[in-house]
Nanobody
Framework: QVQLVESGGGSVQAGGSLRLSCVVS????????MGWFRQAPGKEREWVATLVSEIVSSGSATVADSVKGRFTISQDNAKNLYLQMNSLRPEDTAMYYCAAQSRGGIFCSLSVGLFAYWGQGTQVSVSS
């Protein structure tokens, strides 16, 4: 009943932009930590950005240092997630996943293991 479905990935040249979307359904918590992770071939899945639904405002979202200033996480009133990716670099090439913690609250984890719900992923490829 809880589903996350990503879309918006693709292939772009370095410096380009992409906007990822994650359609969310089945959640009952108004306040829930949700976000984006990515995984490149041969690498561990890493945190990219998170926010707490219903507590979205300027400065409320958190992004990894590697994408700070380039990526922006946001959410609409239906809890759907978005990741605006600008100034893309080849190092950003990975499968991108949206995810959510299993219980509501205002705390966000940076650890993959605390996120119980995951989408199927959408591929982002950046060429130099």
């Amino acid at each position: 009943q809880v589903q996350l479905v990503e879309s918006g990935g693709g292939s772009v040249q370095a410096g380009g932009s992409l906007r990822l979307s994650c359609v969310v359904s089945g959640f009952i918590y108004r306040r829930l930590c949700m976000g984006w992770f990515r995984q490149a071939p041969g690498k561990e899945r890493e945190w990219v950005a998170t926010l707490v639904s219903e507590i979205v405002s300027s400065g409320s979202a958190t992004v990894a240092d590697s994408v700070k200033g380039r990526f922006t996480i946001s959410q609409d009133n239906a809890k759907n997630l978005y990741l605006q990716m600008n100034s893309l670099r080849p190092e950003d090439t990975a499968m991108y996943y949206c995810a959510a913690q299993s219980r509501g609250g205002i705390f966000c984890s940076l650890s993959v293991g605390l996120f119980a719900y995951w989408g199927q992923g959408t591929q982002v490829s950046v060429s130099s």
